[in-house]
């Protein structure tokens, strides 16, 4: 009878898997067919991407790529490098910025800090797209409108990535291997640079790749900052070609072409660094 009823309590347990794996199912479906359709459109050239089924190969990849390279003497390479400093410099500035403010938030003891972190959950709450036009007035005063700084500051001082890091600290950087790295007589840079930053690489990997991918994807910022079209990211590069494609149709092709280039470096970017997650899984076996 036990055996029974336990195996009447597995085929009443398993149902209860299937709503949330068809959630996730769709979920991924959701998010991969727009790339589908990017990478089936880039295809295309300027007649077969209004004439044929919206997932249909074409014969015209080669061709809209060769013209996308040459497009205005090669604009939109311009646009990808603009990019990639953005996006690269920033990630790298905002880093090393909530490295040091998360482990000092985490691991110092010092007047109104509590008032600071509260501070800081409250930056977190603001929308950005609440800041762009205060950021773009203080770089006007500052005189750093249209310029690349413009686009960069703002970029880092990232309240999200101070809290992760202040967190990935709190849980992953014990308390006494830094009291014990004091009483051995190492300073307070030494003791961060050499026993906590390695420690916090894997948490510094998802707040580099989220800056990365927040200020890649970031539209408003240098739409509102720039003016010089030669300063452009890809965002609003793209823009400014899909609204001359109104009155030039073949542009339509180049563009889609430029989205999906554009998803490139994302994707190795997550495959290289997903070797430091793999990692800290490993060593967290390990430890337990």
Do not use: H
């Given at each position: 009878m036990s055996a029974v009823r336990a195996a009447g309590v597995r085929r009443t347990a398993r149902?209860?898997?299937?709503?949330?794996?068809?959630?996730?199912?769709?979920?991924?479906?959701?998010?991969?067919?727009?790339?589908?359709w990017v990478l089936t459109a880039a295809t295309k050239s300027r007649g077969e991407l209004f004439s044929t089924a919206p997932f249909a190969l074409g014969?015209?990849?080669?061709?809209n790529l060769v013209d996308l390279s040459t497009y205005d003497g090669g604009q939109y390479w311009?646009?990808?490098l603009n990019s990639l400093?953005?996006?690269?410099?920033?990630?790298?500035?905002?880093?090393?910025?909530?490295?040091?403010?998360?482990?000092?938030?985490?691991?110092?003891?010092?007047?109104?800090?509590?008032?600071?972190?509260?501070?800081?959950?409250?930056?977190v709450m603001i929308p950005q797209i609440a800041l762009a036009v205060p950021q773009y007035f203080l770089a006007s005063e500052l005189g750093l409108a249209n310029t690349y700084w413009s686009v960069l500051l703002p970029s880092i001082i990232n309240?999200?990535?101070?809290?992760?890091?202040?967190?990935?600290?709190?849980?992953?950087?014990?308390?006494?291997?830094?009291?014990a790295a004091r009483i051995d007589g190492a300073s307070e840079l030494r003791t961060f640079r050499s026993v906590a930053l390695p420690m916090m690489v894997p948490g510094l990997v998802t707040v580099f790749m989220l800056q990365f991918v927040g200020i890649w994807n970031n539209f408003l910022?240098?739409?509102?900052?720039?003016?010089?079209?030669?300063?452009?990211?890809?965002?609003?590069?793209?823009?400014?070609?899909?609204?001359?494609?109104?009155?030039?149709?073949?542009l339509y092709s180049l563009a889609i072409m430029g989205a999906l280039?554009?998803?490139?470096?994302?994707?190795?970017?997550?495959l290289f660094l997903q070797r430091y997650w793999r990692l800290d899984l490993i060593s967290g076996s390990l430890k337990g």
């Open positions: 149902p209860s898997r299937v709503g949330p794996t068809a959630v996730l199912l769709l979920g991924a479906l959701y998010a991969l067919v727009p790339i589908v014969t015209g990849f080669v061709q311009t646009w990808a400093v953005f996006a690269g410099g920033g990630a790298l500035l905002s880093t090393a910025v909530s490295a040091s403010a998360g482990y000092a938030l985490a691991r110092y003891q010092f007047r109104g800090r509590d008032a600071v972190f509260m501070l800081l959950l409250a930056g309240p999200f990535g101070i809290y992760l890091a202040c967190i990935y600290v709190r849980s992953s950087v014990p308390e006494e291997t830094v009291e910022l240098p739409f509102i900052m720039l003016s010089d079209e030669s300063k452009f990211p890809l965002t609003t590069g793209l823009y400014l070609m899909l609204n001359r494609g109104t009155g030039t149709p073949a280039l554009a998803i490139v470096p994302l994707v190795a970017l997550m």
